[in-house]
């Protein structure tokens, strides 16, 4: 019955969600994802690091389709995400640590800036 709750309240937070609100769910996934593939490196668990870079490329394809390309800075944001696809891919297929903190790195900057972007407003 609990996860049942815990699962409910995570589909009414998306659902009520600003768009703003939904880009930092996003970050904060991406981060989430980024680190528990650290995790199943250090394991060695090949399935693991798989299944968490998919799902970081599927946030990174997600921020992809809902850029505003009518917004400046769009247009170096989708040039920074296609950059971030790339390198998963190759942190996948080489389960290459070094890309992966990279990228880790990015995902944190991106989350803390959209978080205080957000407090501004």
């Given at each position: 019955m609990n996860q049942s709750a815990a699962r409910q309240y995570q589909q009414n937070s998306v659902l009520t969600a600003t768009p703003a609100e939904l880009t930092?769910?996003?970050y904060k996934g991406l981060v989430k994802f980024l680190k528990i593939a650290l995790l199943e490196l250090d394991q060695n668990n090949l399935q693991g690091i798989h299944i968490n870079l998919i799902k970081s490329q599927d946030i990174i394809e997600?921020?992809?389709c809902t850029l505003?390309?009518?917004i400046s800075v769009s247009e170096n944001m989708a040039s920074m995400y296609q950059y971030m696809l790339e390198r998963l891919i190759e942190a996948n297929l080489k389960k290459d640590r070094a890309i992966i903190e990279e990228l880790l790195g990015f995902a944190e900057e991106?989350?803390?800036t959209w978080s205080q972007a957000m407090k501004g407003a």
């Open positions: 930092l769910m996003l997600e921020l992809l505003n390309m009518n991106f989350r803390d």
